[in-house]
């Protein structure tokens, strides 16, 4: 099995360092490279979805991506406690349309002990915005710049 650093249990720089991660992978819009970082039999809920596998993930952030346009991410670290996280996230996207959304979501995580995702659970809101209201506006796809503000700057 593959090993993915930093590795549980996790203390708030490690726990931190593996909530950027997961957002700089996300915000590739890569969904094989999302992917490898949990285990081959993951078990996800993402809203009232549920599925497990990278095969499942793959597919689900292929459909998700095509509907999700111009998609930015920012997750902030809520909690950690030894192989667990959680964190707060928001999204912002505008759908074929051209209908602006922000996602505000939690999720909770669980790790193996390679420090691969072995459990993930999201809840997720969307509501409508105004382009004006957009406040993720880093060039994309691509890691949010280190300098960029984080939710807690952006009053978020």
Do not use: C
């Amino acid at each position: 099995m593959a090993v993915r650093p930093p590795l549980p249990p996790f203390d708030a720089v490690s726990a931190a360092q593996k909530v950027r991660m997961a957002e700089d992978a996300w915000n590739s819009r890569d969904p094989v490279r999302v992917s490898l970082a949990y285990t081959e039999d993951s078990r996800w809920r993402n809203r009232d979805e549920f599925f497990a596998g990278r095969d499942a993930i793959i597919a689900f952030l292929e459909r998700k991506w095509a509907k999700e346009h111009d998609y930015r991410l920012i997750k902030e670290l809520w909690a950690f406690h030894a192989n667990q996280i959680a964190v707060r996230f928001q999204y912002e996207f505008h759908d074929a349309a051209g209908q602006w959304w922000r996602a505000y979501g939690n999720e909770n995580w669980e790790f193996s002990n390679e420090g691969l995702m072995s459990w993930r659970q999201a809840s997720i809101n969307d509501v409508r915005i105004t382009q004006a209201d957009r406040k993720f506006n880093w060039a994309a796809p691509g890691a949010r710049p280190a300098d960029y503000p984080g939710l807690r700057e952006l009053g978020l």
